[in-house]
């Protein structure tokens, strides 16, 4: 059974940085799927903060972490990581990553593309 795993949370003051990695188990190629992060704060929905193409590495932020965020790839470790910078108290959140067969014509930041999620990693900012 494929599985996500997620790693990297912690608690950070405000102002702070923390890099997420996402990694997979053998056999499943992340570079092969387009990957995305989604955070999921207490009360509150699901919520996409960025991701990445397969087919040419392309990014897609949404406003609320446009400039602070980045996600990038490292395909000979088959890992995908999520830089944050900035920290700010409201990104305090359970941080999953999730895949999506790039098939169809599928586009990457079409969140409910996912469907493939790992467990977690709770990122607490504190002010």
């Known amino acids: 059974q494929v599985q996500l795993a997620e790693s990297g949370g912690g608690v950070v003051q405000s102002g702070g940085s923390l890099r997420l990695s996402c990694s997979a188990s053998?056999?499943?190629?992340?570079?092969?799927?387009?990957v995305a992060w989604f955070r999921q704060a207490p009360g509150k929905g699901r919520e996409g903060v960025s991701c990445?193409?397969?087919?040419?590495?392309?990014?897609y932020y949404p406003d609320s972490v446009k400039g602070r965020f980045t996600i990038s790839r490292d395909n000979a470790k088959n890992m995908v990581y999520l830089q944050m910078n900035s920290l700010k108290p409201e990104d305090t959140a359970v941080y999953y990553c999730?895949?999506?067969?790039?098939?169809?014509?599928?586009?990457?930041?079409?969140?409910?593309?996912?469907?493939?999620w790992g467990q977690g990693t709770q990122v607490t900012v504190s002010s």
């Open positions: 999730a895949t999506a067969r790039p098939f169809g014509g599928v586009y990457y930041a079409d969140w409910g593309s996912y469907d493939l």
């Open positions: 053998p056999g499943f190629t992340l570079a092969n799927f387009n």
């Open positions: 990445i193409s397969s087919r040419d590495g392309s990014t």
